[in-house]
């Protein structure tokens, strides 16, 4: 079984991971009117590919304060940043974890996991994933109210 502490040594290097390939998609995926051919001199070694990504999901959500998803889990994953304000989330018999602006945070294929807004402030969370989504019940007042650990 791993330990609450593995757990998060894990969470910190997907995270890492994650928020390099959430900014390499945003940088590349933007439609800024270039083509490829024109962006040649901020690339060495060659221009990378654009790849199919129709299946990726992204949606910037805002979360009025004390709104929460439900315990749920995704196929693929999920990647989420906080824009605005602060956020909470918490993985299945782990922490409730702070978020702050600028701050990503990834959560693995297959774990059970919820996110929202801090009780007293709005959020607006930046989402990206792929695959399914396995939605489970509510997350309780009592598990939403718990202190929250900040990252």
Do not use: C
């Not at 995270?15 to 901020?42: N, P, V, Y």
């Not at 304060?65 to 749920?72: E, I, K, M």
């Amino acid at each position: 079984m791993i330990s609450n502490k593995q757990r998060a040594s894990k969470q910190e290097i997907f995270t890492g991971i994650a928020a390099a390939l959430a900014l390499g998609w945003l940088l590349l995926g933007a439609d800024s009117g270039d083509t490829f051919a024109q962006q040649q001199s901020r690339f060495m070694g060659g221009n990378p590919q654009v790849q199919d990504s129709e299946a990726v999901q992204t949606a910037r959500l805002l979360f009025p304060a004390g709104v929460r998803s439900n315990w749920h889990s995704h196929s693929w994953g999920q990647l989420l940043m906080i824009e605005e304000g602060r956020g909470l989330a918490q993985d299945r018999d782990g922490e409730v974890r702070l978020y702050g602006p600028g701050q990503p945070f990834w959560t693995p294929e297959g774990v059970e996991h919820w996110h929202g807004a801090h009780p007293d402030e709005a959020a607006v969370q930046l989402t990206i994933y792929e695959g399914e989504v396995n939605w489970l019940e509510p997350v309780t007042d009592a598990e939403y109210r718990v202190t929250p650990v900040a990252q």
